[in-house]
């Protein structure tokens, strides 16, 4: 018996099988769980839908994160499936590419706002949306990294994002607290995504991994997905507004 039999799990971000929620949603169904894959829109249903069929989930629904119609239908559209859910998984970054290629005092108005919007603001929306039908015991899960934390160049305003989206999991943690909600953040390392080719120097960034984390080694979507497992179970009942660090240890190091 898996560590997640019997437990539903939405899971929001997979755009293709490099997807850090890919591994992740992969990792749930193999402990038990029960899956649904979220897509934004019709070119990302495409590729969801293949990927659905793999994994074996119970269906796909629409979310626009920047659609308010789309938070007031969504649990609404859930129901259709499944009464209560158990883990809700938030894998959802965007920036604008100009805005993570210049120096980041030249941010623009929009660029700051587009990024926060979707990839901090949309935890809080989500949540909202669904806590009401989330069972006692279950557990809400975003992906951040280290940008948050330090300046990484040319993170720029995804690092402002994600910082954003840490601190919006401690008061997330602090409200859902009192119905048996879990609220935390996986910052894993670099991994190749469709979100990291955004990114201008990332192959440095893995090249600092294999040079300076203790691991000597970039971490994999396998090692995120074992962590969203943790946390997700029942193994991690009295772990909530916390950020668990999944990249080899390159957090604790100075000087690189």
Known sequence: MGLLEGKKALIFGVANDRSIAWGIAKKLKAEGAEVALSYVNDAIKKRVEPLAEELGASFIF???VTNDEH?????????KHWEKIDIVVHSIAFADRAD???????TSR??????????AFSL?????SLYEMMNPGSSILAMSYYGSQKVITNYNVMGVAKAALEASTRYLASDLGQYDIRVNCISAGPIKT?????????????SKVEDYAPMKKN??????GGTACYLASDLSTGVTGQVLYVDSGLNIMGGF
Do not use: N, P, W
């Not at 971490?219 to 995120?224: E, G, L, M, N, S």
């Open 62 to 64: 629409e979310m626009d």
């Open 71 to 79: 938070y007031a239908s969504l649990a609404g559209k859930v129901q």
């Open 100 to 106: 993570l290629k210049d120096s980041f005092v030249k």
């Open 110 to 119: 929009e660029g700051f706002k587009m990024a926060c919007d979707i990839s």
């Open 124 to 128: 809080v929306g989500l949540s909202h």
């Open 194 to 206: 469709l979100a990291a080719s955004g990114i201008s120097g990332f192959r440095d960034l893995l």
């Open 219 to 224: 971490v994999t979507q396998d090692d995120v």
